[in-house]
């Protein structure tokens, strides 16, 4: 429990509020231990490092030190002069220098090591986290990192990996992939899947990137984020973005000339931000143009055909007489024979006595036609109605999800 220090600190309401978490302290007779600190004062350090030396070997945490290292990735980035320099923790094995490491799609020989203060190290063993420089990409945080037996051995698995990653990016729709050619399909709603290829300046805002924008998605439209990586935009990205149909989210990183080049030939968009609420505000806004309007219904009224009319040129006309609301001209209706729909299409024509009329009020009388439909009987009902399409946003879609949610619970 940190920052003891403050005013007013008190580490037993903290414990108290942990129970509604299902926590349950030493203190509160549980199993789990809480130790008040301060990292600012430096107290109750000790007390801490003890504390989970003692959980270790209560759970019988043990390690292998003498076995080939793995482990995970913490975070990647590239620097400058460095290349990408990799955060790793050790769980099983001695990590040393010179080692062949392999860690998602990339590999590398371990050229420097360097402890969280920075000092160079030649050895890290289990629970280690080092920061290492040699590896020829960024792999994403999570991954399993392991050292394997040679440059030879270390290129079959990564070309492996990357082989499946193409498929991956392959199975997607050709297209060329700009914005606004993604928005033309969004119009004509040939698509419900938005496809997008993220580049960050660090693996942390790559994945963070991509987790925001697929938070985004409902059960009509979803962001689709193919690749996210950390590191500039090379000419591989802009292939890949190509084939998939994907415009390229570019966050604190530049494409080099040869990408620069090949985007412009081949129409992939790159759009460029240092702002992430500005990135998934653009995203926001894309899919809420996926989203189909809602067809909404407004009855007006009913009908009934008192006798039916076969006039040359025109067709069979229904004289009617309105017995319920109104009926307008273009309206949307529905023939009703015994209670059963038989027919759903559009009123044709709207008559008063000879004239053609906009509307006709209840308890008036009428002569009415439908589009490309004459089975008319006496007796038959007609319902009108006019039909609204009904803009809606990513909010409305996930209200209406929640709403679909509680109804089938």
Known sequence: ???????????????????????????????????????????????????????????????????????????????????????????????????????????????????????????????????????????????????????????????????????VAASQPNALASMEQMMAKLQNKEVSELPLLVKADVQGSAEAIKASLEGLSNSEVRANVIYAEAGGISESDVQMAMTAGAPIIAFNVRPNKQAKELAAREGVEIRYYSIIYELIEMVESALTGMIKPERRETFIGYAEILEVFNISKLGKIAGCRVTDGRVERGSGVRLLRDDVVIHEGTLKTLKRFKDEVEKVQSGMECGMAFENYEDLRKGDQIECFTVQMIDRSLEDVALSDMEDEKESA
């Open 1 to 167: 429990i940190n920052k003891m220090d403050t005013y007013e600190a008190n580490a037993l309401k903290v414990e108290t509020d942990l129970l509604q978490h299902n926590v349950v302290t030493e203190n509160m007779s549980g199993e789990v231990q809480a130790i008040p600190v301060s990292a600012k004062k430096k107290t109750g350090l000790k007390e801490l490092a003890e504390a989970i030396t003692l959980q270790a070997e209560l759970m019988e945490l043990k390690a292998n030190p003498k076995r080939n290292p793995d482990g995970l990735v913490i975070e990647s980035r590239f620097e400058k002069g460095r290349g990408a320099v990799t955060t790793l923790l050790v769980k099983r094995g001695t990590l040393k220098r010179g080692d062949m490491i392999v860690a998602d799609e990339f590999m590398g020989k371990v050229k420097a090591m360097m402890d969280e203060r920075g000092k160079q190290l030649k050895t890290a063993g289990p629970s280690m986290a080092v920061e290492v420089m040699g590896l020829d990409g960024a792999p994403m945080p999570g991954e399993p990192f392991a050292v394997v037996e040679g440059e030879q051995k270390a290129r079959e698995i990564v070309e492996y990996r990357q082989g499946l990653k193409r498929k």
